[in-house]
């Protein structure tokens, strides 16, 4: 049983928005931190956002004011609203979950062991 799918990716222009689903049951993920990354072709995995289980957030400087992280009530499926995007923010984006909990802060430092698979988001002019 894989821990984490994500789902939501696809094509979209630029300015255009999405939302990234990542669906957690089955692992408690609601306790500890979870984050989004991503990565484009030729470059390093950059982290998005992060959450910790008290639904704080932190965010990238370059997503802030543009991406959302969140969870539903049932803490089972985070999300990533993304809007006004950009070519840039084509890549693999992936969900995480680290074995651990903690402040805004520790989640955005701590190493995440547990990863979703990725789905594709491309924006295009």
């Known amino acids: 049983q894989v821990p984490l799918v994500e789902s939501g990716g696809g094509s979209v222009q630029v300015g255009g928005s999405l939302r990234l689903s990542c669906k957690a049951s089955g692992y408690g993920a609601s306790n500890y931190c979870t984050a989004w990354f991503r990565q484009a072709p030729g470059n390093r995995r950059e982290k998005i956002a992060t959450?910790?289980?008290?639904?704080?957030?932190m965010y990238a400087d370059f997503v802030k004011g543009r991406f959302t992280m969140s969870r539903d009530n049932a803490k089972t499926t985070l999300y990533l609203d993304m809007k006004s995007l950009k070519p840039d923010d084509t890549g693999m984006y992936y969900c995480?979950?680290?074995?651990?909990?903690?402040?805004?802060?520790?989640?955005?430092?701590?190493?995440?062991?547990?990863w979703g698979q990725g789905t594709q988001v491309t924006v295009s002019s």
């Open positions: 959450l910790n289980a008290h639904d704080s957030t």
């Open positions: 995480a979950v680290a074995r651990r909990g903690g402040f805004a802060a520790i989640c955005w430092g701590v190493e995440y062991e547990i």
